[in-house]
């Protein structure tokens, strides 16, 4: 081999290696940049999860209920007027009450409900008295004993708000009633009240859609 073909032979080889250097180096600096970015780990601390339990019902400040609505917005036997008079007497002016107003008068209860100083009276709708076969309901009405039974079966000393309403209660027939629910959702006894926490001057009235039957 001549001498100028020798020197480009070792130029090109030169060249080549400093090429194949050059990348090398770039794929190293490569690798070390990727090792050196920090990685996403699946493992990295989440937002804390929300509660799935439900957040307690708001209890109702004033009456509360689909059935309320039944009830006159002015008068005796509007909400504010029942208020003022002690609850036969507030009773007797709640056009949803015919019925019960009927068979406290015939049971002689009106002077002893009227004078008690604090009660809670879970009041039937005349929609629920027609849910008794009549020939049932007339002859409660004429028998004076059980039906004071029934209805003071309906009446518990205090005054319950939505806040105290719920749970096992004796009530004035010296037996128990047990009322479950919250807010403004309640049964008694599986009676769902319709109107809820109405005031009268002594007592505090829960409207319901069935009779309670007490065990007689």
């Known amino acids: 081999m001549n001498t100028k073909l020798r020197t480009r032979t070792l130029g090109l080889a030169a060249l080549a290696l400093t090429a194949s250097m050059s990348l090398a180096a770039c794929?190293?600096?490569?690798?070390?940049?990727?090792?050196?970015?920090?990685?996403?780990?699946?493992?990295?601390?989440?937002?804390?999860?929300?509660?799935?339990?439900?957040?307690?019902?708001?209890?109702?400040?004033?009456?509360?209920?689909?059935?309320?609505?039944g009830v006159p917005t002015s008068g005796p036997g509007s909400v504010e007027g029942m208020a003022d008079d002690p609850v036969a007497t507030a009773a007797s002016n709640n056009p949803l009450l015919k019925t019960l107003v009927a068979a406290v008068t015939q049971a002689g209860l009106v002077d002893t409900l009227n004078s008690a100083d604090a009660l809670t009276v879970f009041a039937p709708t005349d929609d629920a008295f027609a849910k008794i076969p009549a020939k049932d309901l007339n002859a409660l009405l004429k028998d004076k004993k059980a039906l004071t039974t029934v209805l003071t079966h309906h009446v518990v000393a205090g005054k319950l708000s939505p806040e105290d309403v719920a749970g096992e209660h004796e009530t004035l027939a010296g037996d128990t009633i047990?009322?479950?629910?919250?807010?403004?959702?309640?049964?008694?006894?599986?009676?769902?009240?319709?109107?809820?926490?109405?005031p009268t001057a002594n007592a505090t009235v829960y409207v319901i859609d069935s009779v309670m039957m007490p065990k007689m």
Request: charged share 20%; aromatic share 4%.
């Open 178 to 198: 047990t009322v479950e629910g919250s807010g403004e959702d309640f049964t008694a006894e599986g009676a769902a009240v319709v109107c809820g926490n109405v």
């Open 27 to 69: 794929g190293s600096e490569s690798d070390s940049d990727a090792a050196s970015e920090p990685t996403t780990s699946q493992s990295t601390s989440e937002a804390p999860m929300e509660s799935d339990s439900p957040s307690e019902e708001p209890m109702a400040d004033g009456p509360f209920g689909a059935g309320c609505a």
